[in-house]
């Protein structure tokens, strides 16, 4: 168990709708990054927050969004979903603050997204 | 952009043979990770290298850092069937004064009897 908690677990909508994914960091991480995984693109990051700010966009849709609020927890919204965005999305997180930073990051088990 | 390689992107093997998975990067880092994924799984951290010679060992699995020429390696000794999974290696990227890491495609690894 790394300690990093996402919810749901399982979730199937379908296309033009909106979803909202929810991350728990470990306790004491500053940091949260959100990849997704698919079978043909691999794991692609999309964002990192750390403490409540945006920190790095990597190939996140426009259509996408995320935020982190002042508890640390993160959300992740999908919109407009279309059937290319059904993959594994993980949320992973680092950076505890008084720890030394390695870099390494902690994953969550992932929330799978099925769009019909 | 940061490209990471890793090869083979397959690999089937026989219980108790040794074998290397590589890992290659395009761009300056001095932190290299390796993760390991079961099947609809998250990742578990397997190493953490944080400098160039870095070597790091547990059980079956070694992993090494050259920074210079870019490149780790993952090497399997012996390997048992519970080795059976998916490897990835991913790189630090530093942009925008951010930190993230960039992923390889993965090694899927299975080990028969």
């Known amino acids: 168990d790394s300690g990093v908690t996402q919810t749901p677990k399982h979730l199937i909508t379908a296309t033009g709708q909106r979803v909202t994914l929810r991350c728990s960091p470990r306790?004491?991480?500053?940091?949260v990054y959100w990849y997704q995984q698919s079978l043909d693109q691999g794991l692609q990051f999309l964002i990192q927050?750390?403490?409540?700010?945006?920190?790095a966009k990597g190939n996140i849709l426009e259509r996408f969004s995320a935020q982190q609020f002042p508890d640390l927890h993160s959300e992740l919204n999908l919109s407009s979903l279309e059937l290319g965005d059904s993959a594994l999305y993980f949320c992973?997180?680092?950076?505890?603050?008084?720890?030394?930073?390695?870099?390494?990051?902690?994953f969550g088990e992932g929330s799978r997204l099925t769009v019909l | 952009e940061l490209k990471v390689e890793q090869n083979p992107l397959f690999l089937s093997m026989q219980e108790g043979k040794n074998y290397t998975i590589y890992c290659n990067y395009s761009?300056?880092?001095?932190?290299l990770y390796w993760y390991r994924q079961d099947p609809g799984k998250s990742l578990e951290s397997l190493f953490v290298?944080?400098?160039?010679?870095a070597v790091k060992q547990e059980g079956r699995l070694m992993a090494s850092l050259d920074t210079k020429a870019r490149l780790s390696t993952l090497h399997i000794t012996a390997a048992v069937h519970d080795l059976s999974a998916t490897y990835f290696c991913?790189?630090?990227?530093?942009?925008?004064?951010?930190?993230?890491?960039?992923f390889g495609k993965g090694t899927h690894l299975i080990i028969q009897p």
């Open positions: 761009t300056t880092s001095d932190r």
């Open positions: 927050y750390y403490n409540g700010e945006e920190r």
């Open positions: 992973a997180s680092s950076v505890a603050s008084g720890r030394p930073d390695t870099g390494e990051l902690f």
């Open positions: 290298l944080l400098s160039n010679g």
């Open positions: 306790s004491g991480d500053l940091s």
């Open positions: 991913a790189v630090v990227y530093k942009g925008g004064g951010a930190d993230g890491l960039t």
